[in-house]
Nanobody, 126 residues
Framework: VQLQASGGGSVQAGGSLTLSCRASERTFSNNAIGWFRQAPGKEREFVASISWSGRSTYYADSVKGRFTISRDNAKNTVSLQMNSLKPEDTAVYYC????????????????????WGQGTQVTVGQ
């Protein structure tokens, strides 16, 4: 499965961006999807995830209340709406698909995901 993350860019603090994750080869509508980010010199960290049905969502404490993950299985797309962006949100953002299907939950760590996209850069200025 080839996943593609898009929508990154440069914004000022307090601004908003919406990231999208799409599959190019087959549907991942039956898989949980996670968003992760990696800043220079730091480990990749969990941001948000959503179960295959969309009923369960999870967020890192650092983004809770500011980011919203959603999915449209008919369009084979998962979105990450990011509001009130801060300079510390600057990173390359990756989307990933769970190796399992029809799980009621979505993993919170990188080890729970098998398929990864190439990442999109988000830069938040002061």
């Amino acid at each position: 499965v080839q996943l593609q993350a898009s929508g990154g860019g440069s914004v000022q603090a307090g601004g908003s961006l919406t990231l999208s994750c799409r599959a190019s080869e087959r549907t991942f509508s039956n898989n949980a999807i996670g968003w992760f980010r990696q800043a220079p010199g730091k480990e990749r960290e969990f941001v948000a995830s959503i179960s295959w049905s969309g009923r369960s969502t999870y967020y890192a404490d650092s983004v809770k209340g500011r980011f919203t993950i959603s999915r449209d299985n008919a369009k084979n797309t998962v979105s990450l709406q990011m509001n009130s962006l801060k300079p510390e949100d600057t990173a390359v953002y990756y989307c990933a698909a769970d190796r399992n299907v029809y799980s009621a939950y979505a993993p919170l760590s990188t080890t729970g995901y098998e398929y990864w996209g190439q990442g999109t850069q988000v830069t938040v200025g002061q």
